[in-house]
Nanobody
Framework: HVQLVESGGDSVQAGGSLTLSCEQS????????MAWFRQAPGKDREGVAS???????TYEDSVKGRFTISRDNVKNTLFLQMNTLKSEDTAVYYC??????????WGQGTQVTVS
């Protein structure tokens, strides 16, 4: 049974930090690129950060220098360390696995609220 389960979302004050986790099961995630997306109310889902199988990372411009994506291929867990949070970071955050050919596996999402 393939699963991606996010956790770590919370309500924090601006300037605070959070770490999101995404535990994967039922497949071999270290073979795939993975990413974090977010969707704010009334907005389209957007990519936040991605990480390839070798650990190379890319970031959306607004989070560069504040967010860090990482993966633990032993524990099959994806992380997103978020520092210096801003109100505009408020969104539901999703982890996703790029299976290739336009196909993705998605988690259920975790809410991050910054006030």
């Amino acid at each position: 049974h393939v699963q991606l389960v996010e956790s770590g979302g919370d309500s924090v004050q601006a300037g605070g930090s959070l770490t999101l986790s995404c535990e994967q099961s039922g497949y071999t995630p270290h073979k795939y690129c993975m990413a974090w997306f977010r969707q704010a109310p009334g907005k389209d889902r957007e990519g936040v950060a991605s990480i390839d199988t070798d650990g190379g990372a890319t970031y959306e411009d607004s989070v560069k220098g504040r967010f860090t994506i990482s993966r633990d291929n032993v524990k099959n867990t994806l992380f997103l360390q978020m520092n210096t949070l801003k109100s505009e970071d408020t969104a539901v955050y999703y982890c996703a696995t790029d299976l290739g050919g336009g196909s993705w596996l998605w988690g259920q999402g975790t809410q991050v609220t910054v006030s």
